[in-house]
């Protein structure tokens, strides 16, 4: 079993800078890979980055060159900096772990609102 503990979210204003943190604890070697998504109001929950074991990166398109998604494996965090936000980006962020059985475990979610 793993759990994951968000932190980091916020207000900012548009063009302002966030940095999430993911701290995982307990199995940890059971993870293949680690991901952040996003969930706005009345939409559906969805990917903004991920990183695998062997530090392979993902984005989707809306914050590819704003986005950077990074791991401290010391540390068992995953990272995600989040440079030139958007009103856009409003929205519940999920750290989310996926195991190597396939299965996969979420974050409690951290709030991040860009507004003026």
């Known amino acids: 079993q793993v759990q994951l503990v968000e932190s980091g979210g916020g207000l900012v204003q548009p063009g302002g800078s966030l940095r999430l943190s993911c701290a995982a604890s307990?199995?940890?070697?059971?993870?293949?890979?680690m991901g952040w998504y996003r969930q706005a109001p009345g939409k559906e929950r969805e990917l903004v980055a991920t990183?695998?074991?062997?530090?392979?990166?993902n984005y989707a398109d809306s914050g590819k060159g704003r986005f950077t998604i990074s791991r401290d494996n010391d540390k068992n965090t995953v990272y995600l900096q989040m440079n030139g936000l958007k009103p856009e980006d409003t929205a519940v962020y999920y750290c989310?772990?996926?195991?190597?059985?396939?299965?996969?475990?979420w974050g409690q979610g951290t709030q991040v609102t860009v507004s003026s």
């Open positions: 989310n772990a996926l195991f190597h059985s396939g299965q996969g475990s």
């Open positions: 990183i695998t074991t062997g530090g392979n990166t």
């Open positions: 307990g199995s940890i070697l059971s993870i293949s890979a």
